[in-house]
């Protein structure tokens, strides 16, 4: 039973550049949340989403923006990409989008920006 | 405003020993507690999930607790292995109407020595 993935492993973009990260839950969940990683500390709350609408947002600028599809997979769109967007980005899904349901971290997207 | 802090921020200690790690938090409205193993370049593993009316929860050789009046919660680990060696998380879930936020600690980072 395949856990959460997510794709690319890996990403070099430039100042300026948009990226996009993708993410497949695990197979029944229908909530998918994103978070920022910077080397050294704790992830940051990006977005959360369920049933296709987003349910939380964390303190991100506008540039970030995210979508759920039909089949409950989620990407996540970064545009005018800054040098402090580097990070590991991280997706997890669970069976419900709120309260005490387990989340399950994929292992992240390294996005470097030069 | 929504802080989760962890400490000690690092701490080193030889195989065999027990330890204690600390999260305070002023999140609110309070919804769970939730305690993460993250590996190097992995994505976080979750431990234990407490709600408001949990103070203690058991997996394996991990043991979280939680005070709700206080606003403070810990994770006592029993005979270290060499392979706790991780960063450990403490992450606050607030959720409300049909919202929710998730907000990280920065993790302590625990080093088994042989």
């Known amino acids: 039973d395949a856990g959460v993935t997510q794709s690319p492993t890996h990403l070099i973009k430039t100042r300026g550049q948009h990226v996009t990260l993708r993410c497949s839950p695990i197979?029944?969940?229908?909530?998918v949340s994103w978070y920022q990683q910077v080397l050294g500390q704790g992830p940051q709350f990006i977005f959360q989403y369920y049933e296709k609408e987003e349910r939380g947002r964390g303190n991100f600028p506008d540039r970030f923006s995210a979508r759920q599809f039909p089949n409950y997979s989620s990407e996540l769109n970064v545009n005018a990409l800054l040098l402090g967007d580097s990070a590991l980005y991280l997706c997890a899904s669970s069976l419900e989008g709120l309260g005490s349901y387990e989340q399950y971290f994929g292992p992240g997207t390294r996005l470097t920006v030069t | 405003k929504n802080q989760v802090e962890q400490s000690p921020q690092s701490l080193i200690i030889l195989e065999g020993k027990n330890c204690t790690l600390q999260?305070?938090?002023?999140?609110?409205?309070?919804?769970?507690l939730r305690w993460y193993k993250q590996d190097t370049g992995r994505g976080p593993v979750s431990l234990t999930i407490m709600t408001f009316s949990e103070n203690t929860k058991s997996n394996g050789r991990y043991t979280a607790t939680l005070d709700a009046d206080t606003k403070q919660s810990s994770l006592h680990i029993t005979a270290s292995q060499l392979s706790d060696s991780a960063s450990y998380i403490c992450v606050v879930s607030s959720s409300y109407s049909s919202a929710s936020k998730i907000i990280f600690g920065s993790g302590t980072r625990l080093s088994i020595r042989p």
């Open positions: 999260c305070n938090y002023t999140v609110s409205p309070f919804s769970n």
């Open positions: 197979s029944g969940h229908k909530s």
